[in-house]
């Protein structure tokens, strides 16, 4: 059974940091492409992050370059997400998600979520 299982979602303040990780189990971790959707009542889900299989590239839109960074340990069969500098339009609810080989906008595996506040 695959399981993707977020935590370290919180309160924060504006300009502070959250840090989340994702633990996977059920599946050959060094073999997905791992990413980070977010989805803010009212609004579409957003891609945020995304790392290679191999861990030797990765992606963020715009709305957050320079502010999130995505990881990976595949020792630990587990994603992150750090997250600085961080702006009450970051509020969201935070989901992980994987696809065998490369990430895209609908990834096979989901997480439940992980809520995120950011105050101003």
């Known amino acids: 059974q695959v399981q993707l299982v977020e935590s370290g979602g919180g309160l924060a303040q504006a300009g502070g940091s959250l840090r989340l990780s994702c633990a996977v189990s059920?599946?050959?971790?060094?073999?997905?492409?791992m990413g980070w959707f977010r989805q803010a009542p009212g609004k579409e889900r957003e891609l945020v992050a995304a790392?290679?299989?191999?861990?030797?590239?990765?992606y963020y839109p715009d709305s957050v370059k320079g502010r999130f960074t995505i990881s990976r340990d595949d020792a630990k069969n587990t994603v992150y997400l750090q997250m600085n500098s961080l702006k009450p339009e970051d509020t969201a609810v935070y989901y992980c998600?994987?696809?065998?080989?490369?990430?895209?906008?609908?990834?096979?595996?989901w997480g439940q979520g992980t809520q995120v506040t950011v105050s101003s």
């Open positions: 998600a994987g696809n065998l080989g490369v990430l895209t906008t609908s990834p096979r595996y």
């Open positions: 790392i290679t299989w191999s861990g030797g590239s990765t």
């Open positions: 059920g599946l050959t971790f060094s073999s997905y492409g």
